[in-house]
């Protein structure tokens, strides 16, 4: 039966509850549809940990936060940030990517500008404290063109003075600080050697601004109010094809070698970083990863976990409404259609949604049918291929072993699993141990390609 103008009002509202759009702590869409996976005894709740780890900490702490693509991650930040609020914390949040470049490798340098100058409009944003309160971009101004930095560098060659005289006339010409460390320009070059020899004297300089935004905030608040810095979407530095192996050295050498730097006094840090930086393991902070729900037990047989299979069922439910799942799929349940697709969405709720939201644009009328509940789990399945041979026996030997596989610090190994973890291709589970699976979508196609080769899947 044809589509009627009724049918199609319900699919565009139906389409719009299925956005896997994050879902924001204190919003309508939260409250909707926001399904506590993370804080059910099946799954272990990163979110609870990082919150208890601040109220345990006297004024400062520091932490590392990460979820693979798709993960609810920032969903997840948020629903820290609406917890630690309802226990009067101070919780300022800012987005990493309005101030650094993804796709270029970055200095601890850069990365302590970007925090002062993101940490100094979050005040902002948050109390309007300005212009008493003076951006971080104004005193970095101030600092690199005293006559202080400009005399000690009297002594130097006329080649280690030009980055100096580069960046001072930039800034006397007017350059937007925050807007050039986005790009890769020489003038973040040049600003880059320069501060290199002068990293303890800018932390000092970061740390004191800092510390006037907390006074700030205490002025308004009381004197014992505690402070919460979320430096969200770090982890989606990823670089391009040709600078990916530079990002990840830059990062792991950031957090590693750094991590001191990163300490800001009176305030609670939360950091994401990219996932792969605990297959290294070199952090000295503690790191909490959101895992993939595991929607089958670590055994040979992947025998179903009902228990998170029931999550995944009320996930869809939240979102269609017993009318919608009525309309959908012909019953109330869904049928073993949403069962289906959830076998095959990997325990990743956003492939979970994209399924059901390809399901609506394919059905050429309601309810849907088999045929396209199938091409629609097919269609999922093409956004992971085609596999390389490589990738396939990667891919063999971790849905085979159960663990990743990655016995170095090599940059390259680094981002091939990152980015096979990232594409969701490798799954990662914390429930007791750390074990790890492939999709669901790929389990025949690895066969298929290691056959197609001339060897044999284990």
């Not at 099946?42 to 979820?67: H, M, N, R, Y």
């Not at 800001?264 to 790191?287: D, E, I, N, Q, S």
């Not at 096979?420 to 669901?440: E, K, Q």
Request: charged share 25%; net charge negative.
């Amino acid at each position: 039966m044809a589509q009627t103008k009724e049918d199609l009002a319900f699919l565009k509202s139906a389409y719009a509850r299925l956005s896997d759009a994050p879902l924001v702590a204190g919003e309508e869409r939260f409250d909707q549809f926001y399904e506590p996976i993370y804080s059910q005894s099946a799954v272990d709740d990163p979110v609870a940990t990082l919150s208890k780890t601040i109220e345990l900490s006297d004024s400062q702490s520091i932490q590392l936060f990460s979820g693979f693509s798709g993960s609810g991650k920032t969903t997840e930040l948020f629903r820290l940030k609406r917890e630690l609020e309802k226990a009067d914390y101070i919780v300022l949040y800012a987005n990493a990517l309005e101030y650094v470049n993804p796709a270029e490798p970055i200095d601890i340098s850069d990365l302590l500008i970007v925090l002062a100058g993101a940490f100094g409009q979050a005040i902002k944003d948050r109390d309007g404290i300005d212009p008493a309160f003076e951006s971080f971009w104004d005193r970095l101004k101030h600092f690199l063109t005293s006559t202080e930095l400009q005399v000690s560098h009297a002594g130097l060659s006329a080649e280690a003075k030009s980055p100096l005289s580069n960046v001072v006339g930039g800034l006397k010409a007017g350059i937007d600080l925050r807007a050039e460390l986005k790009t890769a320009s020489s003038f973040r070059q040049d600003l880059r050697r320069i501060l290199s020899n002068r990293l303890a004297e800018l932390t000092g300089r970061v740390c004191k601004f800092f510390e006037d935004g907390v006074k700030a905030l205490r002025n308004l608040y009381g004197a014992e109010t505690q402070i919460v810095f979320i430096f969200d979407q770090l982890e989606q530095m990823r670089g391009t094809f040709e600078t990916e192996q530079a990002v990840i050295a830059s990062l792991d050498r950031v957090f590693s070698s750094h991590i001191d730097l990163l300490k800001v006094p009176y305030v609670h840090m939360v950091y994401t970083v990219p996932p792969w930086m605990k297959f290294v393991g070199r952090l000295a902070v503690p790191m909490r990863v959101l895992s993939t729900v595991h929607l089958w037990h670590n055994d040979a047989e992947r025998r179903r976990n009902p228990e998170c299979w029931e999550m995944f069922r009320s996930v869809v439910r939240r979102r269609l409404g017993k009318d919608g799942l009525m309309r959908v799929f012909g019953n109330p349940d869904g049928d073993g259609s949403i069962d289906q697709v959830i076998a095959m969405c990997g325990g990743h709720i956003r492939d979970l949604l994209r399924m059901l939201r390809d399901m609506l644009v394919r059905a050429p009328a309601l309810p849907v049918t088999a045929e396209v509940v199938t091409a629609a789990i097919n269609g999922a399945r093409r956004e992971f291929l085609p596999l390389s041979l490589e990738d396939a026996r990667r891919l063999d030997r971790i849905a085979t072993t159960r663990i990743s596989g990655l016995g170095t610090n090599d940059p390259e190994e680094i981002s091939r699993l990152s980015r096979l973890i990232d594409h969701h291709a490798v799954l990662y589970f914390t429930n007791g141990d750390d074990w790890y699976d492939v999709h669901p979508l790929l389990r025949d196609e690895i066969g298929k390609v290691l056959v197609a080769s001339g060897e044999a899947a284990s």
